[in-house]
Structures are given as C-alpha cells and as structure tokens.
C-alpha cells in the first residue's frame, strides 16, 4: 500500500464509506418500516412510512456529498502531483558569505 497513489487510496476509502453509510440509512428505513407496519392507526403507519422515505433520501444525499467531496480531494492531489512533476525544479539561491 505504500506504493499505491494516495489518490486511488482517497476514492477506495470513499467508496467504503459510502457503502456503510447507505448501509446504515436502508436499516434505519427498516426500522421505521417494520414501526409502520406495527402501527395501529393510519396516521401512525403515515408517519413512520414518510420517515423512512426521509431517512433513505437524507442518508442517500449525506453520501453523495460525501463522495463528491472525496472525489474532489483525489483529483486535486492527483493534479498537483501532475504539475508537480511536470514543472522544472526551482534554483536554490546560492548565498555569498563575504570573505
């Protein structure tokens, strides 16, 4: 992994991130689906159904953000390390010391 650009290593941990955190959010719309199920009056099975759209689109959109965030830290290293190697090395002043 040492060897592995930093940018590949930025996108995978995205990637899992992303995947636990809809993971996370379709257990939370579980929940609140098995509540509605449960429900006894109608406004009841109303609410705990329309909490569960919510809860899977938040955690869906909370994702993405954090996605395209990521994917945004990647190319940006990966084009300063491009501009990096193409551009010239910078002289080092030399100092004169008076003899």
Known sequence: MADADLDAFIRKAAKQNYKSLIAAARARRDRYL????????KDARDRYR???????????????RLQVAADNAADSY??????????????QAVKKTPA
């Open 34 to 41: 098995k509540l509605a199920a449960a429900a006894k009056g």
């Open 50 to 64: 329309l909490l569960a759209k919510t809860t899977l689109l938040q955690g869906t959109a909370a994702a993405k």
């Open 78 to 91: 990966a084009r300063s390390m491009r501009n990096a190697i193409s551009a010239p090395p910078a002289k």
